[in-house]
């Protein structure tokens, strides 16, 4: 990593926090709880002002704006997200524990996708502009960032040590697996755990929840001040 004279030294880390980039979410563990923030931005509507300025022009030039706003509420979220999870770290004095890309095969990440260029392609773009938003925030806070190898974060269990078994056929809960001893676990959550056990945090993992340790779901986090807020908010339902 290059430092820019100006920017902080990185500081000793007294914890840990796992980032999972997937296609359409980040999640995280935030004071050992997951979070799943969605990131798909064609899901974030776009407000009354962008239709209002809309009106009366030709479709060419629409479909240009459209473009472009779309390019920016993408770096908007970008920015956004990686200033949450910067700022917990850096509040928390964590580290952040991010995959190591040039360890992950691309097919387990756009596993739907059967074109193999349009799944490096969507591979590439979709991680690479999270994870340099995110790497790029750290290193001006001076939040230590540590990557590790992500080989099978989503199929071993990280309470047992045994393999975790999805339903071939995605049933009706594609992300939802189950380990060899009976213990049911979101994709995206096991990653997580894993994730910071690689780095050898030995924090107990929660074990035998009975919402398969499901994160919960935020799609409107764009207007949160704080990841723990939500997570605060979470319990209080
Ligand atoms: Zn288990």
Known sequence: MV???????????????????????????????PVLLETNTKRITLGYEYRRIEEG???KD????????????????????????VLEAYESRSAIILE??????????VEDVKDEQLRSRI?????????RAIVEKAREF???????DPSHTSTVCPVHGTKIIY??????????????????WHRDVVALYNLRKRVGDVSPVPFMSKESHDPP????????????LIVIEDKMK
């Open 57 to 59: 022009r030709s479709t």
């Open 217 to 228: 779901t935020v799609s409107r986090w764009l207007r949160v001040k704080s990841l723990h």
């Open 62 to 85: 629409r479909e240009v704006g459209r473009k472009l706003r779309e390019k920016d509420k993408k770096l908007d979220v970008r920015r956004k997200m990686a200033k949450l999870i």
């Open 3 to 33: 430092f820019k004279e100006d920017d902080p030294k990185p500081y000793e880390p007294k914890a840990f926090i796992p980032v999972d980039l997937n296609e359409n979410s980040v999640s995280s563990l935030i004071k050992n709880k």
């Open 167 to 184: 339903q071939p056929d995605g049933g009706d809960a594609p992300r939802v697996g189950v380990c060899e001893r009976g213990e049911r």
């Open 142 to 148: 001076g939040v230590p960032v540590i990557l590790v």
């Open 123 to 131: 591979y590439r773009s979709a991680f690479s502009s999270m994870r």
């Open 100 to 109: 190591d890309l040039s360890k992950r095969a691309p097919e387990h990440v």
